[in-house]
């Protein structure tokens, strides 16, 4: 055998080691951008992390013991916005369905839409926080100067009392944190697109 053809052939083999690695990393990059989703899901579904539950309605019976849910607000630096809880605090029966407000002013000259991210503290409370609608589960769009009160559904599950180490708790805190959307969705162009030069996605 020649030295060329060997040489091509040693090319060749190279050629597809370099498209192997190159589909895994694509492939590895894709998953971890999927698993952003995927975890947020499971944190849903599971309460883990402080991490709200989703329920489609409330028990039909309450206990006749309540807690205090307290309400924190937060905004990330980039958006122009007052949030704001318009009460501090609620002292609701567990198992019943309570409706709470939040406050967004959108302080900018400019349409903005914000996303809220949110969890409970403490953290094994999330488990048993269980939201029936909420503004977090949206983007939220306000126009120059507007003002809106945006609604949260919740109920605590009546299976906190059931917990040991859940059932001593006298108070439980929700906390949300509003971010600028299109910032969030630049991060992720960034993400699938790593080649791309950093001026393009900022």
């Known amino acids: 055998m020649s030295d060329t053809v060997k040489h091509n052939q040693l090319r060749q083999s190279h ?11 694509v492939s590895m990059l894709g998953a971890a951008y999927a698993a952003v989703p995927l975890y947020k899901i499971f944190c849903q579904v599971t309460g883990y992390g402080g991490t ?41 029966r567990i198992g019943e369905n309570t409706l709470a407000f939040y406050r967004a ?11 809220a991210s949110f969890n409970v503290t403490p953290e094994i409370a999330g488990s ?6 909420c503004f977090c589960f949206t983007e939220q769009t306000l126009q120059p100067g507007q003002i809106v009160d945006m609604p949260v559904s919740f109920f605590v599950d009546p299976d906190i009392v059931n917990d040991p180490d ?13 971010y600028l959307k299109d ?19 900022e």
Do not use: C
Not at 15 to 25: E, S
Not at 128 to 133: L, N
């Open 105 to 115: 002013t959108n302080l900018s000259d400019k349409v903005v839409t914000g996303m």
């Open 166 to 178: 859940a059932k001593v708790l006298s108070e439980i805190t929700l906390s949300y944190t509003f």
């Open 15 to 25: 050629n597809k080691v370099a498209v192997i690695l190159g589909g895994l990393a």
């Open 128 to 133: 048993y926080f269980s939201k029936i609608e």
């Open 52 to 92: 709200t539950k989703r329920a489609a309605a409330a028990p039909e019976k309450a206990l006749n013991r309540t807690i205090i849910v307290r309400f924190d607000a937060n905004t990330r630096r980039e958006l122009h916005w007052k949030f704001e809880p318009v009460e501090r605090t609620k002292t609701v």
């Open 183 to 201: 910032k969030e969705d630049k991060k992720a162009a960034a993400v699938k697109t790593p080649n791309q030069p950093a001026s393009q996605i």
